[in-house]
């Protein structure tokens, strides 16, 4: 699925890194299908900026042209194993889901173009249920033989054998060659140096657990529970990028060895979505799942991670989420975590320290590979690649997107699989390849920049950020955003601070309210006029109200909406929000009130554009969404769905349109205004007929109710084929070109020169070359050259920064005190590159012999 961070309606929580894609299971996590991350909250005393990392622009003609650059995107299902020979071809343009490293140097044979990102990664995701039926042992609802597995699996064997070394060795839920992973580079060695591959401890661990549990090994060495084997169903994805078949076989196998019955279900995304998706976990339908997420953003603050892939106060809004029952002082770290409970850098060092530490022992999922994913594309397309989320789940592909030196033209692109889930914009499905069509409909307050992660204004104007002056230093790099700081953040007494799901209203915030975090940002002053939805209406305030309201309403038990599932999302909200107040509808300025804080001022801005986490949709569409709901006959979330035993809403196809039409009749006949006691401040009940006749004749026109503001329009969609064809928005109101100025990132190479011998208890040095196309990298531009030591036995014996030497040149050394305590044999030194104007650290290392 994806990372990320399921970008929840104003980026309130830090859910968007990940969303569905095509590899099932963010945001940043999305599940590859699978979840997603986005922008949060976050500040402190101001640090010194750094150098502006705006875009470098390229050679693009000017242009009359609004929209998209391109007439159509025709979207199709091809699978992976055929997409450069249809590619060569000319039966398809891109192959958006993408390919592993595996197939690269095919890509590469094939004379395609391609882009490369680092925001794909795999995983084993466990079902942490005790099933319902006392007979059937669900061996992975043990804590500990969930931690064992760790032991037993060869994640260097993975990434050679299946993804030809192109990935990394992958044991958390931070990335591999991210800033929090550069920064902690120690401890994260240490952990891995702890659970290296030991399939003996494995199989130790297991035994004990397993005997604890009740079952006893069988003459034929495998494991029996009243009288029956112990079965492991495993759901393997052979439709993804082929390389979730083969480790799904090799999991199998290892299982196998220790004793366990598998039962190897291969399954396509659509095929396993109801299961490991939609279905209640203690039915203990599967046990295990060869998941992938996929980051919709960069991530420059992965404090959300452990949340959003561990914890039952995960967003991921799945009923296997909210089965995993964690250790209460992970519960809490992750929680605390993610609404920024620390004070320091150092505390926030330590508790990252500690949550990596527990994620291992909780292994809800078990991180296998961060890989790396090339989008293959025909070397006339021009697009331009996030570094973590590639093209597929960037916000940015739809407004970059086209043929080069064209204007117009339809393009083909082909994914992996589409439809897998219904789509909806409150609780839908996630899939990435489902939130790339969606994408490409939407618009937004900021937009996330492909290679920094920080956001740049999109339909907002401005923002002012103040932060608290006790908090650690926060930076601010781009000059659309002014940071100031304050002894006290007070939130005026006439904010909403809660929601009365009964009366229908705001609460005012509770007097004395204060905050660690404001945000103040500011639209442009013809913002209703210029932004239109796709089928003829202005945006309007009531679009941004009634997503605030949907934030709230839907976890209250008083709502006609309630939906169990909505709890757990809403309890980690509300718990770091403050209060939220419009100051003005014209121009429209709101403030937010928070102590979620982020190290970036840009990204603690809040837009409260109506993005509701799963799509971006408009009051009245979701209106008549909650009519159908409150009569019981359609459910936003798969696990009221399931519970209800109703159909997920869908406002893509199927028997949902149906039922949605009903009650957009009854919307028209009523002029209907929901939630009227506050709705009903920002909408009249003519406004509210107009839109419901607007959103009535686009339904009969596109034959669906995905309505948006971006650049093009969801024209037809044929669920049966998967396909559907997206079009040009004449109405947008930008030029094409707007976002064709990014040029390359800046990424950093770097060489480490030394001696290959280093005798016992004298110093050594180290020189580090740091270029980018050859040229020195200024260390203006350089965050941190970072370096650790390794023993012989793979331990940490030294980490500390590099010297500066010039532009481009950095030295190491090993004082003779360190050395005089090595043995005899091989050592290794590291050294991790942290650039300013990327969020990809680069990492290089040598091998060097200690000898007396």
Not at 238 to 262: C, H, M, N, W
């Amino acid at each position: 699925m994806f990372k990320n961070r399921l970008m929840f309606v104003f980026g309130l929580l830090v859910i968007a890194s990940m969303i569905l894609a095509a590899c099932g299971g963010t945001p940043v996590v999305t599940p590859v299908e699978e979840p997603t991350t986005a922008p949060a909250e976050e500040a402190a005393p101001t640090a010194e900026p750094e150098p502006t990392a705006e875009p470098e622009p390229t050679a693009v003609p000017p242009t009359t042209r609004k929209g998209g650059w391109l007439d159509e995107i025709v979207m199709s299902v091809v699978a992976a194993d055929s997409a450069i020979t249809q590619l060569q071809a000319g039966a398809i343009d891109i192959y958006a889901n993408g390919l592993s490293s595996k197939d690269l140097p095919a890509i590469k044979d094939a004379g395609l173009s391609y882009s490369d990102s680092n925001g794909l990664y795999y995983d084993m995701l466990y079902n942490p249920a005790i099933c319902t039926d006392e007979n059937v042992l669900n061996p992975f609802s043990n804590r500990k033989i969930r931690e064992a597995t760790n032991y037993l699996y060869d994640r260097n064997y993975i990434n050679q054998e299946v993804y030809a070394g192109g990935g990394l060795p992958k044991f958390f839920t931070i990335q591999t060659n991210g800033p929090d992973y550069a920064e902690l580079a120690d401890v994260a060695r240490a952990i891995e140096s702890k659970y290296a591959y030991n399939p003996e401890k494995a199989t130790e661990m297991i035994k004990a657990e397993m005997e604890a549990m009740g079952a006893t090994m069988g003459a034929d060495g495998k494991w029996m529970y009243k009288d029956a084997p112990v079965n492991i169903i495993l759901l393997i994805r052979p439709d993804s990028d082929g390389t979730r078949k083969p480790i799904g076989d090799y999991v199998a196998t290892q299982l196998e060895l220790v004793g366990f019955t598998v039962d190897r279900q291969y399954k396509t995304s659509s095929e396993a979505s109801p299961l490991w998706i939609q279905s209640e976990p203690t039915d203990c339908l599967w046990t295990a799942y060869t998941a992938a997420w996929s980051s919709t953003v960069i991530n420059r603050d992965e404090k959300n991670m452990f949340q959003q892939m561990y914890l039952n106060t995960s967003g991921q809004g799945m009923p296997v989420f909210f089965a995993n029952v964690s250790d209460p002082e992970f519960q809490k770290l992750g929680d605390d975590l993610i609404n920024g409970n620390f004070t320091t850098l150092e505390q926030r060092r330590e508790m990252f320290a500690r949550a990596m530490e527990l994620s291992l022992e909780d292994s809800f999922q078990v991180f296998l590979i961060d890989g790396k994913n090339y989008t293959p594309y025909n070397s006339n397309v021009q697009a331009t690649s996030d570094l973590a989320a590639g093209i597929e789940s960037a916000q940015i592909y739809p407004f970059t997107l086209r043929f080069i030196g064209q204007e117009g033209g339809q393009l083909k692109w082909a994914t992996q699989n589409l439809f897998a889930d219904p789509w909806n914009p409150i609780a839908g499905g996630n899939w990435t390849f489902d939130q790339g069509a969606l994408r490409a409909t939407a618009s937004g307050g900021f937009m996330n920049d492909p290679y920094t992660g920080l956001v740049w204004p999109l339909r907002a104007e401005s923002a002012e950020i103040t932060v608290l002056d006790s908090l650690p230093p926060t930076n601010q790099t781009l000059d659309w955003v002014t940071l100031n700081t304050a002894p006290e953040i007070v939130v005026p007494a006439d904010a909403w601070g809660s929601w009365d799901a009964t009366t229908q209203t705001f609460v005012p915030v509770a007097e004395g309210t204060t905050a660690k975090v404001k945000s103040v940002v500011t639209y442009p002053a013809d913002l209703y006029t210029s932004v239109k939805w796709h089928d003829g209406s202005n945006f309007s305030a009531a679009d941004v109200v009634m997503a605030l309201i949907l934030t709230f309403d839907r976890a209250q038990p008083e709502s006609a909406i309630y939906d169990e599932a909505a709890v757990p999302v809403y309890e980690s909200f509300i718990s770091s929000f403050k209060g939220v107040k419009i100051v003005s509808t014209e121009p429209l300025v709101i403030e937010w009130y928070t102590d979620l804080t982020q190290p970036d001022a840009e990204n603690m801005a809040i837009s409260l554009w109506p993005n509701y986490g799963f799509g971006e949709s408009k009051w009245d569409a979701i209106a008549i969404g909650n009519l159908a709901e409150a009569a019981g006959e359609l459910a936003y979330s798969t696990d009221k769905a399931a519970a209800t035993e109703v159909e997920w809403t869908s406002y893509v196809g199927g028997p949902s349109l149906e039922i949605l039409k009903k009650y957009l009749d009854q919307a028209v006949a009523e002029s209907f205004i929901p939630y009227a006691p506050t709705m009903g401040q920002f909408v009249t009940a003519e406004e509210a007929a107009a839109r419901y006749a607007n959103l009535d004749k686009f339904y009969a026109d596109h034959g669906h109710m995905i309505v948006g503001t971006g650049p093009y329009v969801l024209d037809k969609v044929f669920l049966t084929e998967k396909s559907l064809t997206l079009v040009n928005y004449p109405d947008y109101p930008d030029l094409a070109d707007r976002w064709s100025t990014f040029g390359e990132p800046k990424l950093a190479e770097a060489e480490l020169d030394g001696a290959g011998m280093v005798t016992i208890g004298e110093e050594a040095t180290f020189d580090v070359f740091v270029t980018y196309k050859g040229e020195p990298y200024p260390q203006a531009e350089i965050k941190q050259v970072k370096f650790l030591f390794y023993n012989a036995q793979g331990e940490v014996a030294l980490v500390g920064e590099a010297e500066f030497v010039a532009d481009g040149q950095y030295k190491v050394v090993l004082p003779a005190e360190i050395s005089a305590a090595l043995e005899a044999g091989s050592n290794k030194v590291e050294v991790a590159v942290i650039p300013m104007l990327v969020s990809v650290p680069t990492f290089v290392s040598m091998e060097f012999v200690t000898a007396p």
